[in-house]
C-alpha cells in the first residue's frame, strides 16, 4: 500500500510538472522579442549606467559654482618654541650698537584654532562654458543608449528570423518523410506483389534515412537559432519561448516599396552622435578662449584661537575671534603659448569631426545603395526558387504517376524527390536572405521597424505567400 501511495504521489508531482511547465513558457511576436531585450540586454544597461555617470558628472560641473564651505580645527605644541632674534635695543635702549641680537621667544607651547571659510566662485569663463556643455553631454549619453538599442534591435530581428525560417524548414521537412515513408511503404507491397524489385526499396530506404538525418540537423538549428535569440534578448538561456509570428506571407510589394526609400542622414543615430561631438568640439574651443578672460572668486573666514603655556588654561580661558572677507582675481598674463597650441588642436578635433561627417554620409549612401542591390537580387532569387518548388513539386507528381503505372523508374522517382527537397531548401534559404536584405536596408536608412515583412497569419495585407506543398 505504501508503494502504491508513493506511486500516487510521483505521477501527481510529475502531472502538476506538466501543467505548469508550459504556461512558463513565453509567446513573442518579432515587436515583442524586441522590446523585451530593450528591457533586460546587458549592453544597453552598461550604456544606460553611462548616461547616469553623465549626469553626476553634470552635478559635478554645476556644484563647482555653488558656495563650497569647509570647517578647521587645529591643536598645536610647540616642543621647543622657536626663537627670533632681534637688536639689543629691541629691549635695552641704551645697550651698544654692537651688542649681541637678544634670541626671544615670540609663542606659547600650546595654541588651538576653530573655524569655517565660505569660498564663492564670482566669475569663471570655463565654468560658463561647462554649464553650457553639461546639456551637451547628456544629450550624447542618451544617443549611445539609443545606438546600442538600435545595434541589439538588430541582431535579436535578425535571430528571430533565423529561428523561423529554420522551423518552417522543419515543418517541410516532416511533410517530406510522410511523403516518402507513404511512397517506400506502398513501393514495399509492390515488391512483396512481384511488380517492384528488391533494389528500389532499399533505393528509397537510404533516401529516407537521409531526409530523417537532414531533419535531425534542422531540429539543431531549430535549438541553436532559439538560444542565440535568447542571448540578443537578454533572457536566460533555461527560459523557454515561442515565436507567435509566421513567415507564411511575406509581403514583397512592401518590400520592393521599401527600395524606394529616400535617404535622410539624420535617420541614423551615427549621424546624430557626430552631431553632437561637433557641439562639443565647438564648446571645447570656447572653453579655452574663455580661460584668457579674469577670474574672480571671494572668500569668508570665521573662527576662534587661543594661546596658552598651560595645556588646562587653554581650554579655560577666553578664545579669541576672528574673521576675514576677501576676493581673489586672477588676470591670466602669459602661460608660454599653452593656450594657443590647446586651441590649435581643438580646431582640429573639430576639423576631422566635419570630415567624420562627410565620410559618413558617403559610407551611408553605399551602405543603402549595397542593401537595395542585394534586396532586388533576392527578390529575383526567391521569385526563381518560387517556381522552381513548383516546377519540381509537378515533376515529383508526373514522375510518381508514371511509376506506378509501370512506365516510369524509380530512379526518377527518387531524383526527382531530391531536386524538390533541394528547390524547398534553396527557397527557404533565400527568404531567409531577403529578410535579412529587409533588415540591412532598414538599418541603412535608419528607419528599422518602421515595417516589417513578417506578418501574422491574421494580417489582411495582400501577400504573395509561400507556396503550399500538397500531396497529389
Given at each position: 500500500m505504501k508503494h502504491v501511495t508513493q506511486l500516487r504521489?510521483?505521477?501527481l508531482a510529475l502531472t502538476l510538472l506538466i501543467s505548469i511547465g508550459p504556461l512558463r513558457a513565453q509567446n513573442f511576436t518579432l515587436q515583442e522579442a524586441v522590446n523585451y531585450a530593450l528591457s533586460k540586454n546587458l549592453n544597453i544597461k552598461n550604456t544606460q549606467l553611462d548616461a547616469l555617470s553623465a549626469e553626476a558628472r553634470i552635478g559635478e560641473i554645476r556644484a563647482m559654482g555653488l558656495p563650497q564651505i569647509s570647517g578647521q580645527m587645529g591643536f598645536t605644541d610647540n616642543l621647543i618654541i622657536q626663537r627670533v632674534f632681534l637688536p639689543a635695543q629691541f629691549a635695552d635702549p641704551t645697550a651698544p650698537e654692537d651688542a649681541p641680537p637678544i634670541a626671544a621667544q615670540f609663542g606659547v607651547k600650546y595654541a588651538g584654532n576653530v573655524g569655517v571659510s565660505l569660498n564663492q566662485m564670482i566669475f569663471n569663463g570655463s565654468y560658463l562654458v561647462g554649464l553650457q556643455a553639461a546639456s551637451t553631454y547628456r544629450e550624447l549619453a542618451q544617443k549611445n543608449v539609443a545606438q546600442s538599442k538600435v545595434a541589439v534591435a538588430e541582431a535579436v530581428t535578425k535571430a528571430y528570423y533565423s529561428a523561423l525560417v529554420a522551423e518552417e524548414r522543419a515543418k517541410v521537412l516532416d511533410f517530406n518523410l510522410n511523403r516518402l515513408d507513404t511512397l517506400l511503404r506502398e513501393t514495399r507491397i509492390l515488391n512483396e506483389s512481384g511488380f517492384v524489385e528488391l533494389i528500389d526499396v532499399t533505393r528509397l530506404e537510404v533516401q529516407l534515412n537521409n531526409l530523417r538525418t537532414e531533419r535531425q540537423r534542422v531540429q539543431n538549428l531549430i535549438e541553436l537559432s532559439y538560444e542565440l535569440l535568447k542571448y540578443q534578448m537578454g533572457m536566460p538561456l533555461t527560459e523557454k519561448i515561442y515565436l507567435e509570428d509566421k513567415i507564411t506571407e511575406v509581403d514583397l510589394e512592401e518590400i520592393r516599396a521599401a527600395s524606394e526609400a529616400v535617404i535622410n542622414y539624420t535617420n541614423r543615430v551615427e549621424y546624430s552622435i557626430l552631431g553632437t561631438q561637433e557641439k562639443l568640439a565647438n564648446l571645447d574651443i570656447k572653453n579655452?578662449?574663455?580661460?584668457?578672460?579674469?577670474s574672480?572668486?571671494?572668500?569668508?573666514?570665521?573662527?576662534?584661537?587661543?594661546g596658552r603655556n598651560d595645556l588646562g588654561d587653554l581650554f579655560s580661558t577666553r578664545w579669541f575671534n576672528n574673521s576675514m572677507l576677501g576676493i581673489n582675481v586672477q588676470i591670466p598674463i602669459f602661460d608660454g603659448m599653452s593656450k594657443h597650441y590647446r586651441l590649435q588642436q581643438a580646431r582640429i578635433t573639430l576639423d576631422k569631426v566635419k570630415i567624420g561627417q562627410n565620410l559618413l554620409e558617403q559610407s551611408i549612401d553605399l551602405q543603402v545603395k549595397q542593401a537595395n542591390i542585394n534586396l532586388r537580387n533576392f527578390l529575383q532569387t526567391l521569385e526563381t526558387q518560387r517556381r522552381n518548388v513548383e516546377l519540381a513539386q509537378e515533376v515529383?507528381?508526373?514522375?510518381?504517376?508514371?511509376y506506378q503505372e509501370g512506365v516510369g523508374s524509380n530512379i526518377e522517382v527518387i531524383n526527382a524527390e531530391s531536386s524538390f527537397r533541394e528547390s524547398q531548401t534553396n527557397y527557404y534559404a533565400a527568404l531567409y536572405d531577403l529578410l535579412i536584405a529587409k533588415v540591412d536596408l532598414s538599418m541603412a536608412l535608419g528607419v528599422l521597424y518602421a515595417d516589417t515583412p513578417v506578418t501574422?497569419?491574421?494580417?489582411?495585407?495582400p501577400a504573395t505567400t509561400t507556396p503550399q506543398i500538397q500531396q497529389r
Open positions: 504521489n510521483g505521477l579655452i578662449r574663455s580661460e584668457y578672460l579674469p574672480v572668486g571671494g572668500v569668508l573666514t570665521y573662527g576662534h584661537n587661543n515529383v507528381r508526373v514522375t510518381k504517376i508514371k501574422s497569419t491574421s494580417s489582411t495585407t
